[in-house]
């Protein structure tokens, strides 16, 4: 093992530098985000930086780039309040990974991407028709963070479009059933094995197995 100071890090080029830091974190999930503008025109972009906040009330989180960067999704969020969360799978990484590129803001990236929109009634923001897991948020708070100009969007859960097998007994999402991917850094996507599930931990008392998984 190797300790290597902020120093050396920072004189490392910056690409480079940027490659090491964005996947020190470690493997992330990764989902894209649909949006719609005042006029109802579609956005779709991907993010990898997604944080469960909370289940009571259920909030989920996602860190927005500077508004220089990445200004669409931000913007159509502030704009009508609703968005839609959705997983990737194996077979759309490609389509969904497009989605990073900088579209203006007349381009329809569900287009670009050759992913469809799916709309359901009394919601008016799609979900992505390819994703086997998505779900429907409505902002909450929008959180500046100053260090680095980048914001924290918050958001309360609406509804969950999914495959039902995947539920287990006791509510959990076996995501694996149906192949979310995750991803590393900013360009690298992986395809999630189970382990282990283990029960309730308590002091004194070592966890046990659950025994759930079929790998």
């Known amino acids: 093992m190797e300790l290597i100071p902020k120093e050396t890090i920072l004189s490392w080029d910056r690409f480079y530098r940027g490659n090491f830091i964005n996947s020190l974190s470690g493997y ?19 993010f990898s930086n997604l944080v469960h ?8 989180a996602f860190v927005n780039r500077p508004r220089e960067a990445a200004p669409h999704t931000l913007q159509n969020i502030e704009a009508t309040g609703l968005y839609t969360i959705n997983h990737i799978h194996p077979d759309m990484v ?52 100053k260090h680095n100009n980048t914001f924290l969007v918050i958001g309360e859960l609406q509804q969950v479009r999914l495959d039902t097998t995947i539920i287990r007994s006791d509510g959990f999402l076996q ?5 979310t991917v995750a991803s ?10 189970p382990l282990a599930r283990y029960s309730y931990a308590k002091p004194g008392t070592i966890a046990t197995n659950l025994d759930e998984f079929t790998v």
């Open 184 to 193: 590393l850094g900013i360009d690298a996507y992986y395809k999630p094995q």
């Open 175 to 179: 995501l694996d059933k149906i192949e």
């Open 53 to 60: 906040l909370g289940a009571d009330p259920a909030l989920i």
């Open 94 to 145: 490609l389509r969904a990974h497009q989605t990073s590129a900088k579209y203006s803001t007349d381009v329809n990236e569900f287009e670009a991407a050759a992913l469809k929109p799916e709309y359901v009634e009394g919601f008016s923001v799609p979900f992505v028709k390819e994703s086997r897991c998505s779900y429907a948020m409505k902002l909450i708070e929008v959180i500046p963070i």
């Open 28 to 46: 992330k999930s990764v989902s894209l985000i649909a949006t719609v503008d005042k006029k109802g025109n579609p956005n779709l972009a991907i």
